[in-house]
């Protein structure tokens, strides 16, 4: 059985020739020595050629189950060898991946055992490793692949008496998958009823509240500011702002925030 891979050639689908597990553990040691982070890391070389075979140079890879970050890395090391933009998400829980035992015969405290889950050991500092650029134990310098990375922690968002209440609270805590949405992340300006974001030229505004006492100062900020302005505001209620409220701006996209973040977010707080 034989798969195309982006260049049109014949790819074989038995790969006797990937690389190992033993070899992606001998890549684990590069950034943390010889201590054992992570059992049986997938080798980024597999995953590079998988990538290959099933994305293009914008495709957005998601990997639900990241363990060590070797998807990361590879897509880092794949958009380097062919000048891709393809973009990354990682999810893992902060596990401890059978290190306990260890941590606490060591005499740390719960909290201190909880940063040495396998995101904040292993999968974060890798990723962020690769792209900056790294000494291994040895002493020999890895130059960066070059990127960003943005690190996003889950909650829950607890019931409230108050429908409206709890949607501000909702919305509040979705800003982040906003950057997701549209790519910006770095926050230029926070406010309690706003907060601003510019990455690359592009600038993102959300408008918290349904009052109109904070429009002005945000306008006034976003007019200050130069390149694509998008603005996400929390609800066109009739008993709050409406399309008018935005009559005179000028250069500033105006989107709802949208209604199937809200729905996921609702399906997931805790009662």
């Not at 049986?40 to 140079?57: E, S």
């Not at 995101?119 to 650029?133: A, D, N, Q």
């Not at 974001?197 to 109109?212: A, C, D, K, L, P």
């Amino acid at each position: 059985m034989k798969e195309k891979n982006d260049a049109g050639s014949i790819e074989n689908s038995w790969w006797d020739d990937a690389a190992t597990n033993q070899e992606a553990t001998s890549e684990l040691k590069r950034f943390f020595g010889d201590e054992v982070v992570f059992n049986n890391p997938k080798p980024v070389g597999l995953i590079v050629r998988i990538l290959k075979l099933a994305t293009d140079k914008n495709s957005i890879i998601v990997d639900f189950m990241a363990g060590s970050g070797t998807t990361g890395h590879a897509v880092l090391e794949l958009n380097k060898e062919d000048s891709g933009d393809r973009k990354f998400i990682l999810c893992t829980n902060n596990e401890l991946n059978g290190f306990e035992k260890e941590l606490k015969e060591q005499g740390l405290s719960e909290k201190e055992i909880q940063e040495h889950g396998i995101c904040r050991r292993v999968t974060y500092p890798r990723i962020e490793k690769t792209i900056k650029g790294y000494k291994t134990p040895k002493g020999e310098k890895i130059d960066g692949l070059g990127g960003n990375l943005k690190y996003f922690k889950t909650a829950f968002v607890k019931n409230s008496i108050s429908r409206d209440d709890l949607k501000m609270r909702i919305t509040r805590e979705c800003t982040e998958m906003l950057c997701l949405r549209e790519g910006i992340f770095d926050e230029v300006k926070a406010k309690p009823n706003y907060r601003i974001f510019e990455q690359n030229g592009r600038i993102m505004g959300v408008y918290y509240s349904m009052e109109r006492d904070s429009l002005a100062q945000l306008k006034k900020e976003l007019d200050k500011m130069e390149g694509e302005k998008i603005l996400y505001c929390f609800t066109f209620d009739p008993l709050g702002l409406d399309k008018n409220d935005f009559a005179d701006w000028q250069g500033v996209s105006l989107e709802p925030i949208p209604q199937k973040i809200l729905d996921i977010y609702e399906q997931i707080y805790e009662y």
